[in-house]
């Protein structure tokens, strides 16, 4: 019987550089708003999949548009200095 083996070296050698940065953790903070607001629209999505729509899902849909539109609308307006 072969033993299969690795080999070459290990591709991505293991280093002190793999955590974000500051800035970087800065970036996603500044961009969490977008993202839980989007999260909270393809939930009320998700919940409609196997149901037809009520007026109380439609109104949770536009409600979820809207966040993720103002969510949107003031990362796209927020400077980089505030960003910093």
Aim: proline content about 6%; hydrophobic content about 50%.
């Amino acid at each position: 019987m072969k033993s299969i083996v690795a080999l070459q070296n290990v591709v991505t050698p293991w280093s002190d550089g793999l955590e974000p940065s500051d800035a970087e953790l800065e970036a996603i903070e500044a961009e969490m708003p977008v993202v839980l607001a989007d999260v909270e629209l393809l939930d009320a999505l998700i919940a409609l999949l196997d149901r037809p729509a009520s007026e109380f899902d439609a109104r949770r849909i536009r409600r979820a548009q809207t966040r993720v539109l103002s969510a949107r609308r003031d990362a796209a307006n927020r400077t980089p200095l505030e960003a910093a």
